[in-house]
Nanobody, 128 residues
Framework: QVQVVESGGGLVQPGGSLRLSCTTS????????IGWFRQAPGKEREAISC????????YYTDSAKGRFTISFDNAKNTVYLDMNSLKPEDTGLYYC?????????????????????WGQGTQVTVSP
């Protein structure tokens, strides 16, 4: 099975930036839909952004639009989530998930079964 790995989380001040990375072993991400999700303490997991398959169309929640950018680097087999103007409410455990069929990307909903493979998460903390 495909192994999904996220990285790039950390502690940043409000207004700062982070780049999260998602890559895989055993799969070429150009054939996959990739979604980014966030789970804050005490809250349900939510979709943040998605890049579709096969056409790499991108989608963002209202809270992410204008601040976050999802992109795909074919040479590195990596999907990035560039996060700018970070706010304390952006704090949470960020997950990357992949799906070969590409279902559900446009909807930006958290339905775990929509994605075949999930990473273990990378922590983002936004605090003074």
């Amino acid at each position: 099975q495909v192994q999904v790995v996220e990285s790039g989380g950390g502690l940043v001040q409000p207004g700062g930036s982070l780049r999260l990375s998602c890559t895989t072993s055993g799969g070429d991400l150009k054939y996959y839909t990739i979604g980014w999700f966030r789970q804050a303490p005490g809250k349900e997991r939510e979709a943040i952004s998605c890049i579709g398959n096969p056409n790499k169309i991108t989608y963002y929640t209202d809270s992410a639009k204008g601040r976050f950018t999802i992109s795909f680097d074919n040479a590195k087999n990596t999907v990035y989530l560039d996060m700018n103007s970070l706010k304390p409410e952006d704090t949470g455990l960020y997950y990357c998930a992949s799906d070969q069929a590409g279902y559900g990307c446009y909807a930006l909903r958290y339905v775990r079964s929509d994605y075949d493979y999930w990473g273990q998460g990378t922590q983002v903390t936004v605090s003074p």
